[in-house]
Nanobody
Framework: QVQLVESGGGLVQAGGSLRLSCAPS????????LGWFRQAPGQERDLVTS????????YYADSVKGRFIISRDNAKNTVYLQMNSLKPEDTAVYYC?????????????????WGQGTQVTVSS
């Protein structure tokens, strides 16, 4: 069973930045497609961004294009989400997700594993 441990959430003012990290427990993490989802109160959990095993392919939801950057460091077994120019509507619980396999198909993202979530709150 792969465990995904997120960190980096918190409270930030609108226009600020945060960086989330996710560290899967499995050493074969590099063969997984990784993604970040978010879920606001009363809303569905939506895919925000994803990255393939090598980092050569990425996907971004329209709402975060140009503001968020996903990256991964396979040597450090970590995936990052750099969030810039944050808006109050970015407030949500952010979840790291992993999907087995090296094939690239950004949507739909059917996760095999989930992290426990980290709260991001953007104040106006």
């Amino acid at each position: 069973q792969v465990q995904l441990v997120e960190s980096g959430g918190g409270l930030v003012q609108a226009g600020g930045s945060l960086r989330l990290s996710c560290a899967p427990s499995e050493r074969t993490f590099k063969i997984y497609t990784l993604g970040w989802f978010r879920q606001a109160p009363g809303q569905e959990r939506d895919l925000v961004t994803s990255i393939n095993w090598s980092g050569s392919n990425t996907y971004y939801a329209d709402s975060v294009k140009g503001r968020f950057i996903i990256s991964r460091d396979n040597a450090k077994n970590t995936v990052y989400l750099q969030m810039n120019s944050l808006k109050p509507e970015d407030t949500a619980v952010y979840y790291c997700a992993a999907r087995r396999g090296t094939g690239w198909s950004p949507m739909p993202f059917s996760a095999d594993y989930w992290g426990q979530g980290t709260q991001v709150t953007v104040s106006s």
